[in-house]
């Protein structure tokens, strides 16, 4: 069974950083692309960042381009999101999703979600 | 980036009927569209890629179709377990883009 975990959320003053984790399990994490999607409360869907499976194609939304980084660790099956210059706009609910194609695609696994909540 | 707009936003509906959910693309994006149903307080489930592709274990009362700029997705006898919300995503150009989803509701 497929399994994304999101970790490394909470509250975090304007400005300053976080970084969420997510360790996959039940498929070969190494085979393929991962990705962050985020959900402000009450609204949609939001694709932050995504990297392919060796790391030599990443990609992220304008909104956090330059100020966030995704990496990846496929000896741990672990994504990673750096998060800095944090600002109340990227208040959300952060999934890990797994994608099913190389570059572009659609997203067939999702984690629960990790709560990263920008306020003084 | 690609623009997708979907409609109606929210409606009601009854167990037992036909539904449909329209997304459109601002432009054309082949058949590059994805679904998924989102219950409140869980992650987003994939139910139909490719715009017509059911995914794995996803009941046949669910359906997609389209292709372009124009696409639909059916819900053919409503169940209680199907009230939630539904967005589409495309996946034709950078970046992935997703409606603002329409929230399907008991009458």
């Known amino acids: 069974e497929v399994q994304l975990v999101e970790s490394g959320g909470g509250l975090v003053q304007p400005g300053r950083s976080l970084r969420l984790s997510c360790a996959g399990s039940?498929?070969?994490?190494?085979?393929?692309?991962m990705h962050w999607v985020r959900q402000a409360p009450g609204k949609g869907l939001e694709w932050v960042s995504g990297i392919n499976w060796n790391s030599r194609t990443i990609g992220y939304a304008d909104s956090v381009k330059g100020r966030f980084t995704i990496s990846r660790d496929n000896a741990k099956s672990s994504l990673f999101l750096q998060m800095n210059s944090l600002r109340a706009e990227d208040t959300a609910l952060y999934y890990c999703?797994?994608?099913?194609?190389?570059?572009?695609?659609?997203?067939?696994?999702w984690g629960q979600g990790i709560l990263v909540t920008v306020s003084s | 980036a690609v623009r997708m707009t979907q409609s109606p936003s929210s409606f009601s509906a009854s167990t037992g009927d036909r539904v449909t959910i329209t997304c459109r693309a601002s432009q054309g994006i082949s058949n590059y569209l994805a679904w998924y149903q989102q219950k409140p307080g869980k992650a987003p489930k994939l139910l139909i890629y490719?715009?017509?592709t059911l995914q794995t274990g996803v009941p046949s009362r669910f359906s997609g179709s389209g292709s372009g700029t124009d696409f639909t997705l059916t819900i053919n006898c409503l169940q209680s377990e199907d009230f939630a919300s539904y967005y589409c995503?495309?996946?034709?150009?950078?970046?992935?883009?997703f409606g603002l989803g329409t929230k399907v509701e008991i009458k």
């Open positions: 999703a797994k994608g099913r194609l190389n570059g572009m695609t659609y997203f067939d696994y």
């Open positions: 995503q495309q996946y034709q150009s950078y970046p992935q883009t």
């Open positions: 039940g498929f070969t994490f190494g085979d393929y692309g």
């Open positions: 490719a715009a017509s």
